[in-house]
T-cell receptor, first 113, second 114 residues
Framework: DGGITQSPKYLFRKEGQNVTLSCEQNLNHDAMYWYRQDPGQGLRLIYYSQIVNDFQKGDIAEGYSVSREKKESFPLTVTSAQKNPTAFYLC????????????FGDGTRLSIL | AQSVTQPDIHITVSEGASLELRCNYSYGATPYLFWYVQSPGQGLQLLLKYFSGDTLVQGIKGFEAEFKRSQSSFNLRKPSVHWSDAAEYFCAVGAAGGGNKLTFGTGTQLKVEL
């Protein structure tokens, strides 16, 4: 079945370390998105990409980086510059063209040790 | 800039009772509106969407929503709630172009009493 796979489900990081969250989709979608979810704050957009080798900052990009070398993959790196990285991270994708909704993966919960 | 307000943080209803979750949006043009549901520790599942046309839209799991332009609202309704509907519900507004980014509300946590 087609879908979006985020791994790992749970991730622990020591302070000062970078960590990369994986997002893979086999839906043949052009656009991909990363959101951060904190209790009581809804979802906030970190980065998005509409096409391979291109991406744009969202509302809270500081301390994060992404790459889009393949259509299927949009990994998110949480750098040591992100001062409060503990959160639930959600990846989404959608086809371009027309009015299509975003589809979401099951998320990765990142915690600081 | 677009924004979404979900005024109810928590709602508790009895199983079998009707449900209405409120959503108000701010957007300069005709909005694209969505309702998503999230179970604990899971991703978001699309319940329904509005792009244009009929202002009453039907979704999955027996949910419906009505777009009211004059009130800038897109409230979610269900005539009879089931215990399995307990979850968090998010309203979102989208923009055509510019990456089709979504702006989410802060969510409404639904509890269902048996």
């Amino acid at each position: 079945d087609g879908g979006i796979t985020q791994s790992p489900k749970y991730l622990f990081r020591k302070e000062g370390q970078n960590v990369t969250l994986s997002c893979e989709q086999n839906l043949n979608h052009d656009a991909m998105y990363w959101y951060r979810q904190d209790p009581g704050q809804g979802l906030r957009l970190i980065y998005y990409s509409q096409i391979v080798n291109d991406f744009q900052k969202g509302d809270i990009a500081e301390g994060y980086s992404v790459s889009r070398e393949k259509k299927e993959s949009f990994p998110l790196t949480v750098t040591s510059a992100q001062k409060n990285p503990t959160a639930f991270y959600l990846c989404a994708s959608r086809p371009t063209g027309g009015n299509q909704p975003q589809h979401f993966g099951d998320g990765t919960r990142l915690s600081i040790l | 800039a677009q924004s979404v307000t979900q005024p109810d943080i928590h709602i508790t209803v009895s199983e079998g009772a009707s449900l209405e979750l409120r959503c108000n949006y701010s957007y300069g043009a005709t909005p694209y509106l969505f309702w998503y549901v999230q179970s604990p520790g899971q991703g978001l599942q699309l319940l329904l969407k509005y792009f244009s046309g009929d202002t009453l839209v039907q979704g999955i799991k027996g949910f419906e929503a009505e777009f009211k332009r004059s009130q800038s609202s897109f409230n979610l309704r269900k005539p009879s709630v089931h215990w399995s509907d307990a979850a968090e519900y998010f309203c979102a507004v989208g923009a055509a172009g510019g990456g089709n980014k979504l702006t989410f509300g802060t969510g409404t946590q639904l509890k269902v009493e048996l």
